[in-house]
Structure formats: C-alpha cells, structure tokens
C-alpha cells in the first residue's frame, strides 16, 4: 500500500511538473483514464493522440509518466 502512495505522489508531482495545475489534475486524470481503458494495448502516443482531441494540447506524456499512471490507475 505504501507503494502505491508513492507512485500516486510521484505522479502528481510529474503533472504539475509538466505545467498541469493542481485544480485541473482531477479532470486530466479523468480524461487520461478514459484514454487508458479505451483499449488494453493502447500506447501512451495514442493517448497523447487523445487528450490533445480533448483539449490537453500542451501536455505531452512521456513514456515514464504515461507507466506511472496505468499503475495508479490498476491499468498494468
């Protein structure tokens, strides 16, 4: 379970790191669920692909920050 924390904080702090406000991070982690289970073997330049049609055009997931959050997310 610490682990888990852990990666939750991690995560967050990428977001807000890559220029995501802490008041938008609920609706991007909404948007960037739906983007994750809309297919077991979707990429994370598949899911930028999404969330830039929903609006996130300035965020760019890398590929460290798109594993941290299919594991926050139970996604693995």
Excluded at 10 to 32: A, T, V, Y
Excluded at 37 to 54: G, I
Excluded at 57 to 66: K, P, V
């Amino acid at each position: 379970m610490k682990r888990d924390f852990a990666n939750t904080e991690h995560l967050l702090q990428r977001l807000q790191e890559m220029g995501i406000e802490s008041n938008q991070i609920p609706g991007f982690m909404k948007d960037l669920a739906n983007s994750l289970f809309l297919d077991s073997a979707t990429t994370y330049s598949q899911v930028n692909k999404r969330l830039h049609s929903l609006g996130w055009n300035e965020i760019e997931l890398d590929y460290r920050t798109f594993e941290l959050a299919r594991e926050c997310l139970g996604k693995e």
